[in-house]
């Protein structure tokens, strides 16, 4: 049978079963899927312990008695008397009162001392609740609490996988679209069903419920097993965050919610007690803490992704690998790329790919690099056209690349620093225009002059019918 099949017959909670259990009243087994699995030994068990618990008979006498410690007629004789001697004193409280209402006291001139010698105590007002309803385990509700450190873990897992992103895969996390965030919220959910179950098992606790005073034990006070611990998670994951799927997973939190407030028992608690340590303000001090410092850990991570990865003074090779990643790392895989040498390669497209061209466009010259003792000190090309049938692009992103790869890897930048970002706008609004920027100690020029071309917005320059063409661009960088 299963608790549910158990509540019904019994007409006990979950929460009073789970309480039995606890104090080893009760021995479901196990079924090879983790699940209780209770039998008609144990329906006939729980009965005879409701029926006990009705007639205030204390769990330890209950306990001696499933044990075989006392004879059920020695402890029924001994409750028995326990009963008379309290219905003798309810009957003397009857008494007094009777006596009192015939005396028609008023409390104003009650005179205490001539009824105490009667009685020690009132009589009760109403029937105290039965015993064995008030047989659970305590809980704790903290519905927002129990949110909030759930909250902090998944920003915690997360965390890890945009850090394995940038650090490891060299990702860039704002250049990615709607499916990156598809991905990031799935593997937040498989982290959290992997790493959740190891910190229960090990530590009892997450970070976010660490944080927030909470802890999760089995019945008998200790971690749970792995086995528990992973059953808890899934049904979390199932049960409370609705697999994250839109809109269900708010309905999910919704009724887990409602649950929590009306003190019912969720279904990952099963086989586990959550406890509360304390609700000290200093937790809310640092829950805002660890959140800023998790939130901030990403933001910083991700402006150090965009430092090269080689900086001061640089080779041709080092110069080249910084532009050759950043054209990847920014998204412009259909860029020209550099050798070790500092020579533009052909892009490779794999096998059946097709490239469509609308018009032919004039590819950037050669670079020139001038160096002192095998290090870079300047960066330079001359871009030439006087062809009547070749578009001119505008160029502003490879030069852009350029400057980042050089100009940008010089100490003097930052994390934060926002000259590359002053230097991106003023290009986008010069793109056939001569400008001279100094960046990071890198004086940047640029002179442009054409005749026979008519600007168009999206494609650059494109040559006017009937007109003589030429177009010379001149670019530099000098350390």
Known sequence: MTIKEMESLTGMTRANIRFYESKGLLSPERGENGYREYTEKDLIALQRIKLLR??????????????????????????????????????????????????????????????????????????????????????????????????????????????????????????????????????????????????????????????????????????????????RTWKVWFRGMGLGIPIYNLVRYWKSYRACEDGEMLDWEEDSTLTLRDEKRWRTVVWIGAACVLIGSIVLTMAWAQLPKYRGDLTVAQFSENYNRYCRYYGFDGLRKLDTEGNWVENQYPEGTVVVEVMESVPLPPLEFTQENGIITGISFTLTSESEEEIIGNYDTEILLLVESFAGAQWDRGLFDRELGQFSQILNDSSFSGLEEEIYGVRVTRKVEYSGYEPSVGWGLIPEEGKSCRFVMEFSMIK
């Open 54 to 231: 009705m007639l205030d008979l204390s769990l330890e006498e209950i306990q001696k008695l499933q044990m075989g410690e006392e004879a059920m007629e020695t402890v029924l004789s001994r409750h028995e008397e326990q009963l008379q001697q309290e219905g003798e004193r309810i009957a003397r409280c009857r008494e007094v009162c009777a006596q009192m209402k015939a005396d028609r006291v008023q409390y104003s001139t009650l005179n205490a001392d001539k009824y105490l010698q009667k009685v020690n105590e009132p009589e009760p007002e109403t029937q105290p609740e039965p015993q064995w309803k008030q047989d659970v385990l305590p809980r704790v509700r903290s519905p927002f609490r129990r949110f909030f450190a759930r909250w902090l873990d998944l920003i915690f897992y997360v965390t890890l996988w945009q850090l394995f992103l940038v650090i490891v895969l060299d990702v860039n996390l704002s250049n990615r679209g709607s499916g990156g965030d598809v991905l990031d919220a799935v593997m937040q959910l498989l982290l959290m069903l992997v790493l959740e179950p190891i910190f229960l098992r090990l530590l009892g606790t997450t970070p976010g419920k660490w944080i927030l005073g909470l802890r999760v034990t089995g019945e008998d006070g200790k971690h749970l097993t792995l086995a528990q611990a992973r059953s």
